[in-house]
């Protein structure tokens, strides 16, 4: 590339087209859950399309159960890609095609140093504290001085003046000197194309105008550029795709991301933390990216704001309370009938979806993720005798269950079942026994959830139902703890 030269961009001569391109080594982790929704709503936002692709030519490290787990993981969160997914393993062929091409025409080159060579001329540098660039031999060796029958990578033959310039849509202007950049593999000696190779042609194929992805990623740009730049050369139509690359994310305590922080797969989130998607998609969009003071995002409204200029140069810090806060406030406007699917599959045993359902305006509002609704649905469920926590038991004096024998009377006489009647029967018991109304609530709801807390007691009664209530007050008024009946 010329000195001073900058990137062209394919958008010139088509719509835009994102990429989601994640390694099948592992689980779908946060970092990797972000750059795959910036792509999807930089594609929603410009009217383009947003494609996946996986990069699974780590034959080794690459599993069908990483690759389930990735898929999983974004249609969770709603970001399954537009067309099938492409698999880069299963394009080799056309990448050795390009490879090729690059060798043909002269802008790569048969590099015949050996492994054992090259880890020696890389220990002398750095024994002579020196950056080690490779000015191989071989670099302008025609075919008539190749040897035969001997081993060979293919390296790409990088430009040695001037300065390669990326316009970055999120880290501005960034240069690099052409002479920093090494003549890299492209082609393996067993004839398999790397990553560099690959990325090019699978982006130049699948027609990405847009890259955006992590900027551990950034010196990668100027390498493929490289690739790009020579095959435009060659047979033209090989724009540059515009580049946006994204900060990582880093711990609350601006440290390096890590398990201890939160860095886990996002069916950990959603399994074992029940965390909801519409949650995880906010909490992702607003890590690194913002829009005012504004916190409640929804997927239609982040595709109308998108911009990626406004992604900020700087890490994100990863914060599981401010998830668990945001997911609460989700929890508490999400649907009855699904949270009800969401919950039942949580809560072990038989139960009754309906009485489920009909608890769940109460359940939700105290609740931070699924597994506190499901758990604080349990009393409902309970069979008798009823298990006590330790807080529970210690409330149950003599005392209490004498006025839980008490409140058992009045309520029998009750015909009419409601919060309303409820209500002001027991505050009238209250005020004659001039006792605050905690005074007969406390035992009470104890005595019906085996807890210390749960929605409001009225709710509990009218939710238990008549028969199901005064039995469960029976058996504390009339046994010990420990003894129900």
Same mark, same amino acid.
């Given at each position: 590339?010329?000195?001073?030269?900058?990137?062209?961009?394919?958008?010139?001569?088509?719509?835009?087209?994102t990429?989601f391109?994640?390694?099948?080594?592992?689980?779908?982790?946060?970092?990797?859950?972000?750059?795959?929704?910036?792509?999807?709503?930089?594609?929603?936002?410009n009217?383009?399309?947003?494609?996946?692709?996986?990069e699974?030519?780590?034959?080794?490290?690459?599993t069908?159960?990483?690759?389930?787990?990735?898929?999983?993981?974004l249609?969770?969160?709603?970001?399954?890609?537009?067309?099938?997914?492409?698999?880069?393993?299963?394009?080799?062929d056309?990448?050795?095609?390009?490879?090729?091409?690059?060798?043909d025409?002269g802008?790569?080159?048969?590099?015949y140093?050996?492994?054992?060579?090259?880890a020696?001329?890389? %220990?002398?540098?750095?024994?002579?504290?020196?950056t080690?660039?490779?000015?191989?031999?071989?670099?302008?060796?025609?075919?008539?001085?190749h040897?035969?029958?001997?081993?060979?990578?293919?390296?790409? *033959?990088?430009?040695?003046?001037?300065?390669?310039?990326?316009?970055?849509m999120?880290?501005?202007?960034?240069?690099?000197?052409?002479?920093?950049?090494d003549?890299?593999v492209?082609?393996?000696?067993?004839?398999?194309?790397?990553?560099?190779?690959?990325?090019?042609?699978?982006?130049?194929?699948?027609?990405?105008?847009?890259?955006?992805?992590?900027?551990?990623?950034?010196?990668?740009?100027?390498?493929?550029l490289?690739?790009?730049?020579?095959?435009?050369?060659?047979?033209?139509?090989?724009?540059?795709?515009?580049?946006?690359?994204?900060?990582?994310?880093?711990?609350?305590?601006?440290?390096?991301?890590? %398990? $201890?922080?939160?860095?886990?797969?996002?069916d950990?989130?959603?399994?074992?933390?029940?965390?909801?998607?519409?949650?995880?998609?906010?909490?992702?969009l607003?890590?690194?990216?913002?829009?005012?003071?504004?916190?409640?995002?929804?997927?239609? %409204?982040?595709?109308?704001?998108?911009?990626?200029?406004?992604?900020?140069?700087?890490?994100?810090?990863?914060?599981?309370?401010?998830?668990?806060?945001?997911?609460?406030?989700?929890?508490?406007?999400?649907?009855?009938?699904r949270?009800?699917?969401?919950?039942?599959?949580r809560?072990?045993?038989?139960?009754?979806?309906?009485?489920?359902?009909?608890?769940?305006?109460?359940?939700?509002?105290?609740?931070?993720?699924?597994?506190?609704?499901?758990e604080?649905?349990?009393?409902?469920?309970?069979? $008798?005798?009823?298990a006590?926590?330790?807080?529970? *038991?210690?409330?149950?004096?003599d005392?209490?269950?004498?006025?839980?024998?008490?409140?058992?009377t009045?309520l029998?006489c009750?015909?009419?079942?409601?919060?309303?009647?409820?209500?002001?029967?027991?505050?009238?018991?209250?005020?004659?026994?001039?006792?605050?109304?905690? *005074?007969l609530?406390?035992?009470?709801?104890a005595?019906?959830t085996?807890?210390?807390?749960?929605?409001?007691?009225?709710?509990?009664?009218?939710?238990?139902?008549?028969?199901?209530?005064?039995?469960?007050?029976?058996?504390?008024?009339?046994?010990?703890?420990?003894q129900?009946?």
């Open positions: 590339m010329a000195s001073g030269s900058v990137v062209n961009s394919r958008e010139n001569r088509q719509g835009v087209v990429r391109a994640p390694s099948p080594t592992g689980f779908l982790h946060i970092g990797g859950a972000r750059t795959a929704l910036f792509n999807w709503l930089f594609a929603r936002h009217g383009g399309k947003y494609l996946l692709r996986i699974d030519t780590d034959r080794k490290r690459s069908d159960e990483a690759i389930a787990a990735i898929f999983d993981g249609d969770w969160l709603g970001l399954g890609g537009d067309d099938e997914a492409v698999y880069q393993f299963a394009r080799s056309r990448h050795a095609q390009v490879a090729a091409q690059l060798l025409s802008h790569a080159y048969r590099c140093i050996t492994p054992e060579d090259l020696g001329r890389r %220990k002398k540098a750095q024994e002579q504290r020196e080690f660039r490779l000015n191989s031999e071989w670099r302008d060796v025609g075919p008539d001085g040897p035969a029958d001997t081993p060979f990578v293919v390296r790409i *033959k990088a430009p040695r003046e001037g300065e390669t310039v990326i316009e970055d999120v880290q501005g202007r960034v240069a690099v000197q052409n002479e920093e950049l003549d890299f492209i082609l393996r000696s067993d004839g398999t194309p790397t990553y560099m190779l690959a990325v090019v042609i699978d982006d130049h194929d699948m027609a990405v105008s847009h890259v955006i992805r992590g900027d551990d990623h950034l010196n990668n740009a100027f390498r493929q490289i690739v790009i730049n020579a095959m435009n050369a060659i047979e033209g139509g090989w724009d540059a795709p515009s580049y946006g690359h994204i900060p990582l994310i880093h711990g609350a305590d601006g440290a390096k991301m890590s %398990k $201890r922080h939160g860095a886990l797969g996002v950990t989130y959603r399994d074992e933390m029940g965390i909801l998607p519409e949650a995880m998609f906010n909490y992702l607003r890590l690194g990216w913002g829009h005012g003071d504004e916190d409640i995002i929804d997927r239609e %409204k982040a595709v109308s704001l998108f911009d990626i200029a406004d992604v900020g140069k700087s890490p994100s810090r990863f914060d599981l309370a401010k998830l668990q806060h945001l997911n609460g406030l989700y929890l508490r406007e999400a649907d009855d009938a949270l009800t699917e969401l919950a039942a599959a809560i072990a045993g038989d139960i009754d979806k309906g009485l489920l359902r009909a608890a769940m305006p109460v359940l939700k509002v105290r609740a931070g993720n699924l597994n506190e609704l499901a604080s649905a349990g009393f409902l469920f309970a069979k $008798r005798p009823l006590f926590t330790d807080k529970a *038991k210690a409330l149950l004096t005392d209490a269950r004498e006025r839980l024998g008490m409140i058992h009045r029998e009750e015909s009419d079942w409601t919060i309303e009647t409820l209500e002001a029967s027991l505050k009238a018991m209250a005020a004659e026994l001039e006792l605050g109304l905690g *005074k609530a406390q035992p009470l709801r005595a019906l085996g807890q210390t807390t749960s929605p409001g007691i009225f709710d509990v009664l009218v939710l238990l139902g008549r028969d199901e209530s005064l039995a469960r007050i029976t058996a504390q008024a009339e046994s010990p703890v420990g129900q009946i």
